[in-house]
């Protein structure tokens, strides 16, 4: 894979294949999104070197207004993004204010090549200048997706605290973005080269490891995972130990169950910051947008092509409540990419229905159908698509190979 990776925003086509050629020659990857949506969906799923982007993207509009947005959105998401702005002649002025805004170069359309190749040739060195200062190699993306306010506080606290030496703790249910959360933060943090040290306080801690963490990140940050299931009997050696290192903590449960589980003085040390990620159910509209992406994201990763969302699971998708967060939620679009066999993600590919039994509530396959008549749908599903081989639909389904036969008869199947 050649190592410099280029998204390009722009909606025009042309411009982008004539870039990537121009790219191409240089030994780079370049990458087109013709809209703001397209371009974070494809930043989610992994990290570019450079991005380029047209800041009058929106055919039409020709104030950069749009690009403006995206501009602070994506300077706001990682202050490291290497942007280069595209304008066109008359766009100096735009250009002067893209800069200011933290763009790393501006490029003047129509481009000769060079120009461009240059440009794209010096953002990725500032890239690896930047990233190397940071002491990051990886390419896995960071980005908190979601339309919901309360997500848009979360994306805003990370920017005003992320620079800061102030202690976070990050908490919600298991799969809502905690880790998320706290790997923004630490990227944001400016410290090159400090050690960055986490521990899990849920793997039957002991003191001995707890000295072992403090003595590895002191003068960096220590990363306290499950920290709501600290022993009691450590908390107030924990308490005692933690200044001198910058600390970032989470703990899966509310605000209450939390407070209810550490000692007053830990909590003290811990949430000067508290950043809480609410339930994926409660937040309007991003269970849709989070599987829009994730769907885009699993057909690329699994070379498969990209399938649109019936309007039946796009329903059931909103209304189900995903017990297991946005983890539960990528999980399901993900099993659905690989199995969907129509040209769009049908509700019985989301296999939502093993929590019908496991929950004993019905969840949203059925709740917008009569419950039989979606166990009908779901337990045929299953079968037409495992032609019949009862072990492994029954396996889909979360049941045993009898349960599912006595469910077969009951529906006449
Ligand atoms: N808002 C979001 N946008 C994009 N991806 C998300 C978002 N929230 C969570 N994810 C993804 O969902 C998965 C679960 O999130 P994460 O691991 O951060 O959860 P967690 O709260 O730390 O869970 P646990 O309590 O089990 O440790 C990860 O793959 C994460 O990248």
């Known amino acids: 894979m050649p190592s410099v990776q280029i998204l390009f925003v722009d909606d025009d086509r042309d411009i982008v294949a004539a870039a990537r050629m121009v790219a191409r020659r240089s030994g780079m990857e370049l990458v087109g999104a013709s809209d703001p949506a397209a371009a974070w969906s494809l930043l989610a799923e992994r990290r570019y070197d450079v991005i380029l982007l047209d800041l009058n993207f929106a055919r039409g509009h020709t104030s950069g207004e749009e690009g403006f947005r995206m501009l602070a959105d994506l300077m706001a998401n990682d202050p490291q993004a290497v942007v280069i702005v595209a304008t066109g002649h008359s766009g100096i002025n735009v250009a002067v204010e893209a800069m200011r805004m933290g763009a790393s170069d501006f490029v003047i ?23 190397a200062a940071m002491g990051e190699g990886g390419d896995e993306p960071a980005i908190l997706l979601g339309d919901d306010p309360a997500i848009e506080r979360v994306r805003r606290t990370i920017v005003r605290v992320g620079a800061t030496s102030a202690p976070v703790l990050a908490l919600g249910p298991a799969g809502s973005g905690k880790s998320l959360v706290i790997d923004l933060l630490r990227r944001q943090c400016a410290g090159a080269g400090e050690p960055c040290v986490e521990i899990g306080m849920h793997d039957a801690i002991d003191m001995g490891k707890i000295e072992e963490a403090l003595a590895g990140s002191q003068g960096g940050t220590l990363i306290l995972d499950h920290v709501e299931t600290t022993p009691h009997r450590l908390q107030p050696h924990l308490a005692a130990r933690l200044s001198g290192r910058r600390i970032l903590a989470m703990a899966r449960g509310d605000r209450q169950s939390v407070r209810a589980a550490l000692d007053a003085d830990l909590l003290m040390q811990l949430n000067t910051i508290e950043i809480e990620l609410p339930r994926l159910s409660t937040r309007v509209g991003d269970a849709l947008l989070l599987a829009r992406h994730f769907a885009d994201l699993f057909a690329r990763r699994h070379g498969l092509i990209a399938r649109t969302l019936s309007d039946e699971a796009a329903r059931a998708i909103v209304a189900d409540d995903w017990p297991d967060d946005v983890r539960g939620l990528r999980q399901a679009i993900e099993r659905a990419v690989l199995l969907a066999e129509g040209g769009e993600i049908e509700i019985a590919d989301l296999g939502l229905d093993a929590a019908i039994q496991s929950e004993g509530r019905p969840r949203a396959a059925a709740a917008d159908l009569n419950l039989d008549r979606a166990e009908k749908h779901l337990i045929e599903a299953a079968l037409d698509r495992h032609r019949f081989n009862i072990s492994r639909a029954a396996d889909e389904l979360g049941l045993t190979r009898a349960a599912l036969y006595r469910r077969m008869a009951k529906h006449g199947l």
């Open 109 to 131: 359309k129509p481009w000769s090549n060079d120009a461009l190749a240059e440009r794209l040739k010096r953002g990725a060195a500032l890239a690896h200048a930047r990233r």
